[in-house]
Each structure stands twice: as structure tokens, then as C-alpha cells.
């Protein structure tokens, strides 16, 4: 069989079996009179046991090697080809995961692919510095690669870098949402913080339903991120949490703040007030007996006036002291808005 029906039978190019032919890794048998590649049976079924190898990755020297050296093992060189098969496998979806995020982001012109490739790239640096610079110096209409943002944001160490990444998704409105949601339900404490904390900087009804999910989280940090975020927003929901990080000492001065805030916006001081003063009949160690003195200034009305009022004859001095200092500074802003009148 000549060469050029060979090709056209197996499908390779005239010019690719010459090229076998100078490589010596499929040879015709035979010439022509005339001096043309003349295949026999034998030829054909090398050249189809060649392009069965290449189909698995092999180059041409190994393909070579495994026909002609009979201690050839494949074991070893298929073992390699399955790694760099999956490695090459793994670049491939990480350039598609780039395409289909700068894809997302809906870029119009050129410039702002290029700008989305360089945000993506600045994402994966070593420096944290360049980390958030990159995130920063986005412009306030440019379009983002939320899902990339999210991803980021939830494997943040550096804590910079982690506010720039809150700033930046608190920009586009609630996008990306349903995946730092993911989050919440993470194995890893660290992931559901990091989500937690993300949602907090998101003022939308969608991300307020999801803070209050994590109300009942089994980490205490996470329990604090949504309590604050959801009493600012006006949620009785957070009393409890926010109770429990005045009683636990964690963030105690911002949740005692809080607690004062819900009670412009529900009939919930008295409430609050009743569990705060049950805590602290409760408690045996001043430090947490204090810190409910301290969060209790915070509470507007007569219910935690009284409540002072009875801790400054305490047996606890320092509870006492600080008690009726509260109470005389109140009593001082009090007359003074009379005396203003």
C-alpha cells in the first residue's frame, strides 16, 4: 500500500509518516520501482499500535521505546501519564474557572478583562499588601468577579485584606450572597466566621434572613458577628446572643450598646433588664457581675434605673462603686436636659 492511500485509510498525514519513517518508529517495508514507501500489513499494524499510544499521551520516542525495548515496563510511564494527565486536567479547569469569572462579571470592553485578570491574579498573591490594593483601587462602577470575591473571602487569613474583600462585596448589593451562604454551613469553624462576618456588611432582607441562622451556631464568635449585626438592624432575635456575650465578656461593650439601641425600637427594655438582673443574682465572679453593671447604663428606663439603684448598696464593692457612678452620671444628664429646658 502506497503512502498515499495509507493516509487516507488511517487518517495521518502523508507528511507526519515521513516523519515516522526518519524516526525510524514506522518504516515501509518495501520501495516502488519508481522509489515510493510501499506499507505492508505489518506497517499498517505498527502505525495503528503508534497512534493507540499517542491517543494516551505518549510522545514519539516513548512510543518507540515501548514497541521496540522488550523490557520496556509500562507500569512506571502510565503511572506518570496519570499524573500529568490530571495536573494538566487541573490547569484546564482552573484557566476555564478564570474564563467563566471574568465571564461573570459581564466585562464591555477589553480594558475591563484585563482589569478583571489582574484582580484575579493580585487575588492568589503571596503579599497580603497587594492582596487588598488590588481589591481597593477597583472603581466604584466596575464590574467584579463576585464569585471570585466570595472565594477569596472565605479562606482569608489576614484581616486587612479580609475588610477590603467585606467593602468590596457590600458594593454590589447582596451578588454573591447565595454562596457566602454556602458558608454558613461549612464544617470549619473558621469558613462559617469568615461568612458570618461577610453577610454582616450586607444590608439586604435577604442577608438578614441568613444572619439569623446563625443565631444558634455552635461557635460563639459566629453567634456575636449576627447577634450585633442583627440588633443594629433592629432584630429582638439577637437579645439572647447579645445577653450572652455581655455575660461571657466578648465584645461585651458593643452588644451592651446594642441592647440599649433595641430598646428604641421594641418594648423590650424591661425584658432585657429581668434576664440582665437574673444573670447577675447568678453569677459568682465580679468580673462578670461588672461587666452586667456596666451594660446595664446602656438600657434606657425606670426598670434599669431601679436595677442600679439596688446594686449601689451591693456587697461587692467594686460592683457598688461602680454602680452608683453610673447613677450619679445619669442623674446629671438629667438635669441638665431639665435645666437646658
Known sequence: MLIGEVSRRCGVSARMLRHYDRLGLVKPTGRTSGGYREYSADDIRRLFHVESLRTLGLSLNEAKRALDEPDFAPADLVGDLIRHTRQRIAAEEELLGKLERVDAASPAEWEDVLRIVGL?????????????????????????????????????????????????????????????ANGLDAEEVDVRRRATAAIAEIQTPEATVQLRRTLHDSDATVRGYAALALGSRGSVDSIPALIEMVVEGRRDVEAAEVLGLLTTVSPSADDIVEVMQDKLD????????????????????????????RLTHDGDRTIASTAAAIVNTQDRGRRQIVDGR
Open 120 to 180: 484575579l491574579r493580585a487575588l492568589e498573591s503571596e503579599s497580603a499588601a497587594r492582596r487588598q490594593q488590588a481589591i481597593l483601587s477597583q472603581n466604584e462602577n466596575s464590574s467584579l468577579p463576585v464569585e471570585a470575591l466570595v472565594e477569596a473571602i472565605l479562606s482569608e487569613d489576614d484581616p486587612n485584606v479580609a475588610g477590603a474583600l467585606q467593602w468590596s462585596l457590600a458594593r454590589v448589593a447582596g451578588r454573591g450572597l447565595a454562596d457566602l
Open 282 to 309: 447568678n453569677a459568682d465572679d465580679s468580673p462578670t457581675r461588672l461587666r452586667i453593671t456596666q451594660a446595664l447604663a446602656e438600657i434606657p428606663g425606670t426598670a434599669a434605673q431601679r436595677a442600679l439603684d
